[in-house]
C-alpha cells in the first residue's frame, strides 16, 4: 500500500509539471507616451498587466515601455537572443500601429511619419520580429492590440498625397506559417477602441481568458471574442488568424493538492481513484478490486498467511471463479 501511494504520489507531480517544462519566451511592449502626437491613455497598463500574467503561465518575459526607435530595436534584439532553445514564443503589443502597402509597423513614441521616407527611418516592421520567432520556434502567438485610430498614419497619409490610399486604417491581415497564431484586437482594416478603464477591451477580455487550466488557446480566444463584442456593444470585434497544428494549453489542469479527510471521506490518507470494470489490478497471487477507491484497495500477495484459492475481495469477501477465467476474480460486489 505504501509503495502504492508513493508511486502514484510521483506519477502525478510528474504530470503537473510536465506543460512547464517547455521553455516559453515573450515580448511585451507597450507604447503610449507619444511625443508628437496624444498619448495614449491604456498601452503602457496593458502591457505590464500582460506581463505579469505570462510570468504566472512559465514564460521568460522581455518587456519594454514607453520605447523610442532604438529602444524598439534593442527590445527586440534581446528577445531574439533568448529564442534560442525555445519551444514557445509569444509577442504582446499595444500602442500605435500602421499598415502600408499591406505591411504592419510599430511606432516607437518618437515616431513623427511625416512623409514617406520617414516610414524606413521612424518605425519598425512587425514582420522583423514574426519572422525570427517562426525561424526558431514551434509554436508562435502573436496578439497586437494596435489597431487604434493613428494620427501618425494621417500624417503619413497626407504627405503622400495620390499615393495616400496605400495607407490603411488599422493593421492588415498577416499570414501566418505553420504552427503560429496572430490575433487582432479588430477585424484587419478597422479601428479598436481604447476603452475607459484600466484596460483596453483586448487586453482586458485576454487578461480574464487567457491560460485557464487545460483550455486551448483558440477556444479561450472565442471567449474573448464575445466578451469584446458584449463591452464595446458589437462595434469591435476581435478577429485572429491560425496555422496552428494542434492544441496549445497555457496552462495544464489545475496541479491536484492532498485532500483533506473532511473533504473526501477518506481516513487513511490514501488518494481517492475510481478505477472502471475493465482497470482492476490482477495478476498471480493479487486481489482483483473492480470500481472500487484507492483507499479500499488490498493487494494481497500468495503465501502471506492466506491460501491463495481462498483470498478475500476488497470487502472481505469471497472469492469466485471468473467466468472464463483462469485465475480466480475477486470482485468488490461481496458475491462469493
Same mark, same amino acid.
Given at each position: 500500500?505504501?509503495?502504492?501511494?508513493?508511486?502514484?504520489?510521483?506519477? &502525478?507531480?510528474?504530470?503537473?509539471?510536465?506543460?512547464?517544462? =517547455?521553455?516559453?519566451?515573450?515580448?511585451?511592449?507597450?507604447?503610449?507616451?507619444?511625443?508628437?502626437?496624444?498619448?495614449? #491613455?491604456? #498601452?503602457?497598463?496593458?502591457?505590464?498587466?500582460?506581463?505579469?500574467? /505570462?510570468?504566472?503561465?512559465?514564460?521568460?518575459?522581455?518587456?519594454?515601455?514607453?520605447?523610442?526607435?532604438?529602444?524598439? $530595436?534593442?527590445?527586440?534584439?534581446?528577445?531574439?537572443?533568448?529564442?534560442?532553445?525555445?519551444?514557445?514564443?509569444?509577442?504582446?503589443?499595444?500602442?500605435?500601429?500602421?499598415?502600408?502597402?499591406?505591411?504592419?509597423?510599430?511606432?516607437?513614441?518618437?515616431?513623427?511619419?511625416?512623409?514617406?521616407?520617414?516610414?524606413?527611418?521612424?518605425?519598425?516592421?512587425?514582420?522583423?520580429?514574426?519572422?525570427?520567432?517562426?525561424?526558431?520556434?514551434?509554436?508562435?502567438?502573436?496578439?497586437?492590440?494596435?489597431?487604434?485610430?493613428?494620427? /501618425?498614419?494621417?500624417?503619413?497619409?497626407?504627405?503622400?498625397?495620390?499615393?495616400?490610399?496605400?495607407?490603411?486604417?488599422?493593421?492588415?491581415?498577416?499570414?501566418?506559417?505553420?504552427?503560429?497564431?496572430?490575433?487582432?484586437?479588430?477585424?484587419?482594416?478597422?479601428?479598436? /477602441?481604447?476603452?475607459?478603464?484600466?484596460?483596453? #477591451?483586448?487586453?482586458?477580455?485576454?487578461? $480574464?481568458?487567457?491560460?485557464? #487550466?487545460?483550455?486551448?488557446?483558440?477556444?479561450?480566444?472565442?471567449?474573448?471574442?464575445?466578451?469584446?463584442?458584449?463591452?464595446?456593444?458589437?462595434?469591435?470585434?476581435?478577429?485572429?488568424?491560425?496555422?496552428?497544428?494542434?492544441?496549445?494549453? /497555457?496552462?495544464?489542469?489545475?496541479?491536484?493538492?492532498?485532500?483533506?479527510?473532511?473533504?473526501?471521506?477518506?481516513?487513511?490518507?490514501?488518494? =481517492?481513484?475510481? &478505477?472502471?470494470?475493465?482497470?482492476?489490478?490482477?495478476?498471480?497471487?493479487?486481489?482483483?478490486?473492480?470500481?472500487?477507491?484507492?483507499?479500499?484497495?488490498?493487494?494481497?500477495?500468495?503465501?502471506?498467511?492466506?491460501?491463495?484459492?481462498?483470498?478475500?475481495?476488497?470487502?472481505?469477501?469471497?472469492?469466485?471463479?471468473?467466468?472464463?477465467?483462469?485465475?480466480?476474480?475477486?470482485?468488490?460486489?461481496?458475491?462469493?
Amino acid at each position: 500500500m505504501q509503495y502504492l501511494r508513493i508511486a502514484l504520489t510521483i506519477f &502525478l507531480m510528474l504530470m503537473c509539471s510536465q506543460a512547464f517544462a =517547455e521553455k516559453r519566451v515573450a515580448l511585451v511592449v507597450g507604447n503610449s507616451a507619444y511625443q508628437h502626437v496624444p498619448t495614449l #491613455p491604456n #498601452p503602457k497598463n496593458d502591457a505590464g498587466d500582460m506581463a505579469a500574467k /505570462l510570468r504566472d503561465l512559465g514564460f521568460v518575459v522581455v518587456v519594454g515601455n514607453d520605447l523610442d526607435l532604438a529602444g524598439v $530595436r534593442r527590445t527586440i534584439s534581446d528577445f531574439v537572443d533568448k529564442l534560442d532553445g525555445a519551444d514557445m514564443a509569444l509577442f504582446y503589443y499595444a500602442g500605435h500601429g500602421l499598415q502600408v502597402n499591406g505591411e504592419n509597423y510599430i511606432a516607437p513614441v518618437d515616431a513623427k511619419l511625416l512623409s514617406y521616407i520617414d516610414l524606413e527611418f521612424e518605425a519598425v516592421p512587425m514582420n522583423l520580429i514574426l519572422s525570427a520567432m517562426e525561424r526558431t520556434t514551434r509554436v508562435n502567438l502573436v496578439f497586437l492590440d494596435a489597431c487604434r485610430d493613428n494620427p /501618425l498614419a494621417v500624417n503619413l497619409a497626407r504627405s503622400m498625397g495620390t499615393r495616400s490610399a496605400s495607407v490603411g486604417r488599422g493593421l492588415a491581415r498577416v499570414g501566418s506559417g505553420i504552427g503560429s497564431l496572430i490575433a487582432f484586437a479588430t477585424q484587419p482594416g478597422n479601428i479598436a /477602441l481604447d476603452g475607459v478603464g484600466r484596460n483596453s #477591451p483586448f487586453t482586458a477580455a485576454l487578461l $480574464r481568458h487567457l491560460g485557464k #487550466p487545460g483550455r486551448d488557446i483558440t477556444r479561450e480566444l472565442i471567449d474573448v471574442r464575445l466578451d469584446v463584442l458584449r463591452e464595446t456593444n458589437g462595434r469591435q470585434v476581435s478577429w485572429d488568424n491560425s496555422s496552428l497544428t494542434g492544441e496549445v494549453v /497555457l496552462r495544464s489542469p489545475e496541479k491536484l493538492e492532498p485532500a483533506t479527510a473532511t473533504e473526501t471521506g477518506i481516513t487513511d490518507n490514501a488518494a =481517492e481513484l475510481t &478505477l472502471g470494470h475493465d482497470q482492476g489490478v490482477d495478476g498471480p497471487g493479487r486481489v482483483r478490486c473492480l470500481s472500487a477507491p484507492v483507499s479500499e484497495w488490498r493487494l494481497r500477495l500468495a503465501g502471506e498467511g492466506e491460501n491463495p484459492d481462498h483470498r478475500k475481495d476488497c470487502n472481505g469477501n469471497g472469492c469466485r471463479q471468473g467466468r472464463g477465467h483462469s485465475k480466480r476474480d475477486c470482485t468488490a460486489t461481496g458475491t462469493g
